[in-house]
């Protein structure tokens, strides 16, 4: 070996101790992480960091090579770094949206449970994880690839696929007698499951339901009759109001769960902004034993 | 491809829609004899809130302070051909559960434009001509096809409905949600996400022998505009992405001379969540020409299944429903999936049909993907109505619901509902009595949000109504009734008791054709060792009958609530009090008969 590729080795050496010595990745992830693995594309997400020094200036190219973990460390997925995106990066800071790093759509799944959750309702299943990620990198002119952390960088979190609360009473579609119901109307709805460690807030709404509107029309445009935040599963409604329609009063209802934040909890329309299935209800000034479907005396119908 | 599917539709379309006005052009020597039916009026609420003291805020308006419907109901037919109309509209906008959430009255929020008075959920601009088997709806329409399929939400567009002997067409395309800019108000740091424009297009197509059976497959697609929007927000909170929804699903249902009856449905959605992600799925195929999906589809499955039978003094029936945990409908956006819900109901007469039983149990297992993580519910009523003798019946009801998850962040609400409902009547020669007890126990149990430690909730409810009719004044009717509400939350013992003294009169006047009444309402409530609060509620009301068939409907509520001290600390709101008002008219005339 002549002294030229000594020397030539001995650089490119430096530099690759150099680089890897140089390069630091922090990764956040938000507790809960987002429940479908689209909205990792969300800086609320979390977001990583890739902190480059490097004297020389030039753009460097990289790959993220990751393994998605069981806690135990068992590899449900990882990646396939031949079809993985190449990013330019600069010395300094290099800000990535979690997406980046997870690369969804160049995961090889190890196991068909996850993919099949993946496949039928684009979450994860619930459970804790850790999402790990080694920085490939090159430099310009050079198609060597080397792995430029020492070891890979591993986050976990949690995924919680939450079910918004369930409305338990005013049993759907029943009739409520105006004698009782004119003072006190009680409400109940199931907690948001699984339990957060943050206290969520649930927001009451009922919406009346006019003579010639539908219970979800009612919804979608009415001013609401009622609007609380409750912490507790229970609200005591004194309604105050006229329930001597001869032929009923007809009520639509939904409970709001909102995070610590403010913001609602995601389900699968983005539109629907953490509304529970709402459920309908009427308050019946007629005798007694009227069932649910029937009509109050001869008039409305709760649909 | 879409568009190509589209034009294909709308030429068919037009074609089946100059084939009906032939046939209409045909069939003019049916009889030409007009007739109306149905109603028009309008209508006015009002309402007037007034606080003392007016800061701090300590009750806010529940209504809008002014709101007008307009009703122009009518169905004009000619022979075989119908046109039935069906609008109903106001000017005002609110929008709670739908864009723009409430926002819409922010000031300076931009009007409401044409496009989106129509297309508001408040209002209904919608008629449904048809002759014979032949139905064009236009405008807003409601359209369910089926329980997995569509749906509870309307929609602005036209359509066409075949029913020829056996044969089931159905077809509608409509705006379900126009588009909004995002808004965002400084002063008050309140942002308006926006929304894009959303059609849903569906049919449907089977066989059916009205009353007795059936069988055919539903297609709804749901897709937003990504264009529709010019700004989308992208920070925090940001605009929702456009999406795409596709449901195919087979449904049949049957009815016996016997009483049986049974009706299944299978379905499948794909959904897209973002529909303008451009990586393809490797987990999920395209399904040309109906949607084509991304990396962020999915694809889940869903079935529905009820059967039983249906006798003169006793029903008996059986239904489940399984959502799996991606099946979604942008027909029925709130519905909750990954579920399995499961219910026995039945309905007898007993007792030479004197005692009637209506009671129903199930189960619902939530989370259902996550086996780990099961949530179960039961659900279990029942209701029994005892007529003793012509003086002497009685009406119980029983409700159990009980909510809970295992584990270390495992919760539990159950609750308990028993109601017991005497009534005695009871006449001589100049008025008749009527006086009802109602007694309910309600326990309630549910897991604090912030430990494991159980809350209860114990509330009882007593009412007694004396109802008496004088038969020397027909026209005359008065009730009078008392009630005691108490809730018992522990631990910490909190208490609130409610006692309420109601009377009501009303007086009909047959030859003026007005029928009045009232009701005075007085409601004393203390929470725990506050002073009560005191309330009281008057109600007016007022039917006239203008002419035959022009009537004048108008009731006002006032309510008057004081405060006791709960409202302090500040002191300014000791004895705090507000004033609210509601007035309702309506105007309406009805055709026909």
Request: with cysteine.
């Amino acid at each position: 070996m002549n002294k030229l590729s000594i020397y030539t080795l001995i650089i490119f050496t430096l530099i690759s101790v150099n680089v890897i010595a140089q390069v630091n990745l922090n990764i956040n992830i938000s507790y809960p992480a987002p429940s479908y693995l689209n909205d990792w594309t969300y800086g609320k997400s979390g977001m990583a960091t890739l902190v480059l020094n490097q004297s020389d200036g030039q753009l460097m190219k990289i790959k993220f090579q990751t393994q998605l973990q069981n806690t135990n460390g068992t590899v449900i997925a990882s990646s396939d770094n031949a079809n993985a995106a190449v990013y330019s990066v600069r010395s300094g800071a290099n800000v990535f949206t979690l997406d980046k790093l997870l690369q969804q759509e160049n995961l090889r799944f190890a196991d068909g449970n996850v993919m099949r959750s993946i496949q039928t309702s684009g979450k994860l299943p619930a459970g804790n994880y850790q999402l790990c990620i080694q920085v490939l990198g090159s430099v310009a002119g050079s198609t060597r690839v080397i792995e430029m952390l020492k070891v890979p960088v591993c986050r976990p979190f949690t995924q919680a696929n939450f079910q918004l609360p369930y409305l338990l009473f005013p049993v759907d579609k029943t009739w409520l007698d105006a004698a009782t119901a004119k003072s006190v109307i009680t409400f109940r709805w199931s907690s948001i499951v699984p339990r957060t460690k943050e206290y969520v807030t649930y927001r009451l709404q009922v919406f009346e339901v006019k003579a010639d509107q539908r219970p979800m029309q009612a919804l979608r445009s009415n001013m609401p009759v009622l609007s609380v935040d409750v912490l507790n599963t229970q609200y005591i409604w004194r309604p105050q109001l006229n329930f001597n329609e001869a032929e009923g009063t007809v009520f639509i209802w939904t409970i709001q769960t909102i995070d610590m934040k403010g913001n609602p909890i995601t389900t699968s329309d983005g539109y629907n902004l953490g509304w529970s299935e709402p459920r309908v209800f009427g308050v019946c000034n007629k005798p007694k034993n009227t069932q649910g479907e029937e009509a109050c005396g001869s008039g409305r119908k709760l649909e | 491809m879409t568009n190509n599917l589209y034009t294909k539709s709308k030429t068919i379309f037009i074609l089946i829609l100059l084939l009906v006005v032939s046939k209409f052009a045909f069939t003019q020597n049916d009889s030409l004899k007009v007739k109306v039916s149905g109603t028009i009026g309008i209508s006015y609420e009002g309402y007037r809130l007034s606080t003392n003291p007016e800061t701090p805020a300590f009750y806010t308006a529940r209504r809008p302070n002014d709101l007008v419907r307009i009703l122009f109901q009518p169905t004009i037919s000619i022979g075989n051909f119908k046109l039935p109309f069906n609008f109903s509209f106001s000017p005002m906008r609110n929008n709670f559960g739908s864009p723009p959430f409430g926002f819409g009255n922010i000031p300076g929020f931009p009007k409401q434009t044409f496009k989106q008075w129509i297309t508001n959920p408040m209002n209904n601009l919608g008629m449904n001509p048809s002759y014979k088997w032949i139905e064009i709806p236009l405008g807003t329409q409601y359209i369910k096809y089926s329980e997995l399929s569509t749906g509870d939400v309307g929609a602005f567009g036209y359509g066409l409905n075949l029913t020829p002997g056996k044969f089931r067409f159905r077809f509608f395309n409509g705006i379900n949600q126009q588009a909004y800019e995002p808004f965002v108000d400084l002063p008050s740091n309140t942002s308006f996400v926006g929304a894009y424009k959303r059609t849903l297009t569906m049919a449907q197509i089977g066989l059916e022998k009205a009353g007795k059976y059936f069988t055919g497959f539903n297609i709804v697609r749901g897709v937003d505009d990504s264009t529709s929007i010019v700004s989308p927000l992208t920070g925090n909170p940001a605009t929702p992405k456009p999406q795409e929804n596709f449901i195919v699903s087979f449904v049949t249902n049957f009815k016996s001379e016997k009483g049986w009856y049974g009706q299944t449905e299978i379905g499948t959605t794909i959904a897209t969540r973002d529909i303008m992600v451009n990586a393809v799925n490797p987990l999920l195929k395209n399904f040309n020409p109906f949607i084509t999906t991304n990396l962020s589809s999915f694809r889940d499955h869903a079935l529905m299944a009820t059967f039983g039978k249906k006798g003169k003094n006793f029903d008996l029936g059986f239904s489940t429903k399984w959502l799996g945990a991606g099946y979604y409908s942008m027909g029925y956006p709130f519905v909750q999936n990954d579920r399995l819900d499961y219910t026995l109901n039945t309905r007898f007469n007993a007792w030479e049909n004197k005692i009637n039983v209506v009671a129903s149990i199930g189960q619902r297992i939530g989370n259902f993907s996550d086996t780990a993580n099961h949530t179960s519910q039961l659900i279990a009523n029942a209701n029994v109505f005892a007529q003793f003798s012509e003086h002497f019946s009685v009406n119980a009801n029983y409700n159990n619901f009980g909510f809970q998850t295992s584990g270390l962040l495992g919760m539990r609400n159950v609750g308990h509902d028993l109601g017991l409902n005497p009534t005695y009547t009871w006449y001589n020669t100049s008025m008749s009595n009527l006086l009802s007890l109602t007694y309910n126990w309600s326990k309630y149990d549910e897991t604090a949000y912030n430990n494991m430690n159980v809350t209860t909730n114990n509330s009882q409810t007593a009412m007694l109504m004396y109802v008496p009719s004088f038969f020397s004044k027909p026209n005359f009717s008065t009730d009078a009734s008392i009630m005691f509400y108490q809730n018992t939350t522990n631990p910490g013992s909190i208490k609130l008791s409610i006692w309420t003294y109601s009377l009501s009169a009303g007086q009909n006047f047959p030859k003026q054709k007005l029928n009045i009444k009232t009701q005075l309402q007085y409601n004393v409530t203390t929470v725990n060792v506050f002073t009560p609060s005191k309330n009281v509620m008057l109600i007016l009301g007022a039917d006239w009958n203008l002419a035959k068939r022009l009537s004048w409907n108008t009731s006002l509520s006032m309510n008057l609530f004081k405060y006791g001290d709960e409202l302090t600390p500040p002191a300014v709101l000791l004895g705090a009090r507000y004033f609210e008002n509601m007035l309702k008219t309506a105007l309406v005339y009805r055709f026909g008969n």
